[in-house]
């Protein structure tokens, strides 16, 4: 017995010294994350420039959140906060917390046997940091951890009170705080709601009373967050299309979006190969809640078209759940663990903190150059970073490969949020490696200019010239070059069968006594843009 307490004692110190490690990375990379897109949207009352500095503005912001964009009212509300009120240093701190709550809370989920607590920590942690979808967006940026970070633990452990019979004093409590879960992300709240229905009819005998109060405040959050008139509206300007056919090619090229997925596709594989270990029918029963919300989500974020990774995050941390206990059972030595353990430590601290904080000191700099100076244009030094590198950095604006960038464009809002942040009229950040060219190559600009590098095209103007209107003329597409899944469709598909586009991605930027035009590029048509065309 008393060997059984030693190796017991030795994991629970295993355990809780590894999440203090990992808590104080991730605080470090928190502090390395700068504010990106969101974050400076919320630092105002909702559609307007006026700051927030009270509970009362948060609450009047989300008032017009509510009604125009959606209805996630606790993740928005927790955003607005640290915008406005606690500050950036103090939600550094309080999402390394949560990180640990939710690492915890997950671990408990999957197995609270105190002999497996280690092994299940060390699963969760490779899982989390190489595999789930979007980990910078889904728990560095703000916004982004609050939306998804911070939901998933209030739910994980919304999961973990309806294991417990609860005292009747507690009641009122526990449906409050089941109306604040409600009230996250539907990305994650539709699946538990599917995956509770088919649990309850099922197990219905296992029922405490607590449970009933805090699955009412439950599906009243879920009301409020599914059926707000901004997520009805959304809803309906996702699916305006009548024609049967181009709903379901829609669809398909929401799917064909869906390429990156990696837990999903992982529980499938090791679901294989432990076909022959485990009764399937059991494994359903046992796991229902999960199943139930992997299957709903997935279908949900197919029939939203999202193709972005974090829409996903949902889904994939419930295979994750699954892929952990399923791997749980192969009885894997410590020493495995402590030897992935060890390399993901190393990796993080001399590999990856190293360029959160050169990414950090550059947007500091940046910062500086704004609030110091009068000029509205800004030079940047972004780096390309590799895709493991990219997976843990926030940019200060939008990645310059992203279809949304708009950091030459000073119309763009994420610009115009950060010049209200600022009290500037207006802010354009170029690159260095483009300005260097404007020097270097000036007679390349003399007709419109770009490089593979470049987001943009490039044209040099007369000091006189106007620009209302820019049109992109188009190439024939070559159909023989578009992957598969595209091909049977493509020939009706707008994008493919267009001759020329307009465009308002422009800015026109003076800068060194010369007047340039900026054209964004547009990822859909780039390969075949054969003349771009303002007036």
Not at 147 to 153: E, I, K, P, R, V
């Amino acid at each position: 017995m008393w060997l059984k307490n030693i190796k017991g004692n030795k994991n629970n110190c295993l355990y809780w010294g590894y999440l203090g490690i990992i808590g104080i990375i991730f605080y470090i990379m928190n502090c390395y994350t700068p504010f990106r897109s969101d974050d400076w949207h919320y630092c105002f009352i909702y559609g307007t420039t006026e700051s927030i500095d009270s509970i009362s503005d948060i609450l009047k912001s989300q008032y017009i959140h509510y009604f125009e964009v959606n209805g996630r009212f606790t993740p928005h509300f927790i955003v607005q906060f640290f915008d406005g009120i606690a500050g950036k240093e103090s939600f550094n701190l309080m999402n390394a917390i949560v990180f640990l709550l939710f690492l915890h809370l997950l671990t408990i989920t999957i197995n609270d046997k105190k002999d497996n607590k280690f092994a299940t920590l060390s699963i969760i942690t490779f899982l989390i940091f190489l595999l789930i979808p979007g980990f910078k967006n889904c728990f560095l940026w703000m916004s982004g951890a609050c939306n998804y970070l911070w939901s998933a633990t209030f739910l994980l452990y919304f999961n973990h009170l309806l294991s417990k019979d609860i005292p009747k004093k507690f009641y009122p409590l526990l449906f409050i705080y089941g109306w604040i879960c409600g009230w996250t992300h539907e990305g994650i709240v539709i699946g538990l709601l599917v995956g509770y229905f088919f649990y309850y009819i099922i197990y219905r005998h296992k029922t405490y009373t607590s449970n009933y109060f805090l699955l009412c405040g439950f599906i009243i959050g879920s009301i409020f967050l599914i059926f707000s008139p901004a997520s009805i509206n959304r809803a309906l300007d996702h699916n305006t299309a009548t024609n049967t056919s181009l709903i379901m090619k829609d669809y398909l090229i929401a799917l064909s979006h869906m390429n990156n997925i990696k837990m999903l596709l992982l529980l499938i594989i090791i679901l294989y190969i432990f076909r022959k270990t485990i009764s399937i029918k059991q494994y359903l029963n046992d796991n229902i809640i999960w199943i139930s919300a992997i299957i709903s989500l997935f279908i949900f974020v197919l029939f939203t078209k999202h193709a972005s990774e974090h829409s996903r995050f949902g889904f994939e941390l419930f295979a994750l759940i699954l892929i952990t206990q399923l791997i749980l059972q192969l009885k894997v030595p410590n020493l495995i663990y402590h030897c992935i353990n060890t390399i993901m430590i190393i990796g993080l601290s001399f590999y990856i903190l190293p360029i959160n904080a050169e990414n950090y000191q550059e947007y500091k700099r940046v910062t500086d150059i704004i609030k110091e100076t009068d000029d509205d244009v800004i030079i940047t030094k972004n780096k390309k970073y590799n895709n493991i590198l990219n997976r843990f950095n926030i940019y200060y604006i939008a990645e310059e490969n992203s279809e949304f960038y708009g950091g030459f464009m000073e119309s763009n809002w994420e610009n115009t949020m950060i010049s209200n942040f600022y009290n500037k009229e207006k802010i354009i950040f170029i690159p260095n490696y483009i300005i260097e060219d404007l020097y270097q190559f000036r007679h390349k600009f003399k007709d419109f200019y770009t490089t593979p590098t470049y987001p943009v095209y490039i044209k040099e103007l007369n000091t006189s010239e106007q620009v209302n209107k820019v049109t992109f003329q188009l190439n024939e597409t070559d159909y023989s070059t578009l992957p598969l899944y595209i091909k049977p469709f493509a020939h009706k598909l707008d994008r493919y069968s267009l001759t020329s586009l307009n465009t308002d991605k422009f800015s026109i930027i003076n800068y060194n006594d010369k007047t340039y035009l900026f054209v964004g590029k547009n990822y859909i048509i780039d390969g075949r843009v054969k003349e771009i065309i303002y007036e």
